[in-house]
């Protein structure tokens, strides 16, 4: 083999690093990819290091022990991450976004590969420390958020159908009570789809009183696996008190205004709080 420049080892390094979030690759690995010196690779995850966090690229760590070696978390800064959730603010601000029932109309910008990947850092970056070991939505909004949540964190995504499929084999189905508190669902998620003693973030898109994501809850307990956060993208300021507790969303619907048809929509409360930190 020729001898590999280390301009080349560094891009070939990020590429893969940054392909697969969260992962811990070995040096041994990249030794034996690259023919170098652990002393080389060293200095190269360094240079890669200080890059990353120079142009706000992410955070590479090390991992020390047996299994340790150095792992890409695509981390989003506070400015960032301010300036991102204001832009979907503007979108979802603008008139005729307002549908009957008063829901927003959000399916063009949850299908915006590049709006959700953003949203889906932010809330990767806050749980990161929690180590779950999927993300857990319910079909279908919630899907593209969780999708991008669990992409940064490195798991699986799990979805909760509202009726069994029977692709998915034997199923556990529960009851629960609607986000309006005036009707009864069911929600049915395939036995094979956890194992228990596992750890879940419940990532969804929007959330009203909190009855979708207490019937999530409440599934995770039938499969004896844990909730380690739950985050929406948008949740109501009324009711105040929801169904579930702990719940941060990355922005908040205050009211509508019935004159214009337009919503009220700002910065979560923690999210403002990032704003200040500036």
């Given at each position: 083999?020729?001898?590999?420049?280390?301009?080349?080892?560094?891009?070939?390094?990020?590429?893969i690093?940054?392909?697969?979030?969260n992962?811990?690759?070995?040096?041994?690995?990249?030794?034996?990819?690259?023919?170098?010196?652990?002393s080389?690779?060293?200095?190269?995850i360094?240079i890669?290091?200080?890059?990353?966090?120079?142009?706000?690229?992410?955070?590479?760590?090390?991992v020390?022990g047996a299994a340790?070696?150095?792992?890409?978390?695509?981390?989003?800064?506070?400015?960032?991450?301010?300036?991102?959730?204001?832009?979907v603010?503007k979108?979802?601000s603008t008139?005729?976004?307002?549908?009957?029932?008063?829901?927003i109309?959000?399916?063009?910008?949850?299908?915006?590969?590049?709006?959700?990947?953003?949203m889906?850092?932010?809330i990767?970056?806050?749980?990161y420390?929690?180590e779950?070991?999927?993300v857990?939505t319910?079909e279908t909004?919630?899907?593209?958020i969780?999708?991008?949540?669990?992409?940064?964190?490195g798991?699986?995504?799990?979805?909760v159908?509202?009726?069994?499929?029977?692709y998915e084999?034997?199923?556990?189905?529960?009851?629960?009570?609607?986000?309006?508190?005036?009707?009864?669902?069911?929600?049915?998620?395939?036995?094979r789809?956890?194992?228990e003693?596992?750890?879940?973030?419940?990532?969804?898109d929007?959330m009203?009183?909190?009855?979708?994501?207490?019937?999530m809850v409440?599934?995770?307990?039938?499969?004896?696996?844990s909730?380690i956060?739950i985050?929406?993208?948008?949740?109501?300021?009324?009711?105040?008190?929801?169904r579930?507790?702990?719940v941060r969303?990355l922005?908040?619907l205050?009211?509508?205004?019935?004159?214009?048809?337009?919503?009220?929509?700002?910065?979560?409360n923690?999210?403002?709080?990032?704003?200040?930190?500036?």
């Amino acid at each position: 083999m020729d001898r590999i420049r280390r301009t080349e080892r560094l891009a070939v390094m990020s590429k893969i690093l940054m392909d697969s979030p969260n992962r811990i690759f070995t040096l041994g690995t990249f030794c034996e990819k690259f023919g170098s010196a652990k002393s080389s690779l060293s200095e190269d995850i360094d240079i890669l290091r200080t890059i990353f966090a120079q142009y706000g690229l992410g955070v590479l760590e090390t991992v020390t022990g047996a299994a340790g070696g150095v792992r890409y978390r695509p981390t989003i800064s506070d400015e960032a991450a301010v300036a991102a959730v204001a832009d979907v603010v503007k979108m979802l601000s603008t008139p005729g976004r307002v549908l009957p029932g008063g829901f927003i109309y959000m399916a063009d910008i949850l299908a915006m590969p590049d709006v959700v990947e953003k949203m889906g850092n932010i809330i990767a970056t806050q749980f990161y420390k929690q180590e779950p070991d999927f993300v857990l939505t319910m079909e279908t909004k919630g899907i593209p958020i969780a999708l991008m949540t669990a992409k940064a964190l490195g798991v699986p995504t799990v979805i909760v159908r509202r009726d069994n499929k029977v692709y998915e084999g034997p199923a556990v189905n529960i009851n629960y009570i609607s986000g309006s508190g005036n009707r009864i669902e069911t929600m049915s998620l395939s036995r094979r789809a956890v194992k228990e003693g596992q750890r879940t973030l419940i990532v969804d898109d929007f959330m009203r009183a909190g009855g979708t994501a207490r019937g999530m809850v409440d599934m995770m307990k039938e499969f004896s696996v844990s909730v380690i956060g739950i985050c929406v993208m948008m949740a109501t300021a009324e009711p105040v008190k929801k169904r579930v507790e702990g719940v941060r969303s990355l922005l908040m619907l205050e009211n509508i205004d019935d004159s214009t048809g337009v919503a009220n929509i700002r910065p979560s409360n923690w999210m403002q709080s990032l704003r200040s930190q500036k």
